[in-house]
């Protein structure tokens, strides 16, 4: 929560911004900080890159809307309901600068909502597919292999409650789901 209160601080100070907003699904804080801890204790500190270990545990649902007005999505995610997913194995990004060591997601329920935010708001695809999956740390490129197929995780089920709309200015706006019995 500090580096992101950082960076809107940051944000409005020097009027930064990045390039798109996004949308977020928070990860349970019990679930996310057993996340954080095996990160810390399996991925060794030296072999971090500059964004590091992930403080912000999540699904990312959507990256690159354009503007920073979440209230039209507001309705989209409220009637959507809550998702469900299942963690899986730990595998990995390469990018060329870096290695991205990941927990891979399953939830057809996540893949269905991107696809509807997708279509009725302007967005600019900065991946060619949507591959649901929660960040664990960024390291050197070439030491990641290390880390493909744990199963610490695997089968762990995830209730998803909320979305999170972070604008290109950094704000945040949380956008809960009808609750299921509602």
């Excluded at 944000?11 to 928070?26: E, K």
């Excluded at 500059?50 to 403080?55: L, N």
């Excluded at 290390?146 to 950094?170: H, P």
Aim: charged share 25%; hydrophobic share 35%.
């Amino acid at each position: 929560m500090l580096q992101i209160t950082l960076k809107i601080a940051k944000s409005f100070l020097l009027r930064q911004s990045r390039d798109f907003s996004c949308l977020t699904c928070p990860f349970p804080w019990d679930l996310a900080g057993a996340i954080r801890q095996w990160a810390k204790t399996n991925i060794p500190e030296k072999i971090l890159t500059g964004d590091g270990y992930e403080q912000d545990i999540h699904v990312t649902l959507l990256y690159g809307l354009h503007g920073h007005d979440p209230i039209e999505i507001r309705q989209i995610i409220w009637d959507f309901g809550p998702i469900e997913a299942t963690l899986g194995k730990i595998s990995l990004f390469e990018n060329g600068k870096e290695d991205v060591v990941k927990i891979e997601v399953e939830s057809p329920s996540l893949v269905e909502l991107n696809k509807i935010i997708s279509d009725k708001f302007e967005n600019t695809k900065t991946h060619s597919e949507y591959i649901p999956h929660t960040t664990l740390a960024y390291i050197k490129p070439g030491l990641g292999m290390r880390y493909i197929g744990d199963d610490t995780f695997a089968g762990r089920k995830v209730l998803l409650t909320e979305v999170v709309y972070s604008g290109n200015d950094y704000r945040e706006t949380r956008l809960p789901f009808k609750p299921q019995n509602s």
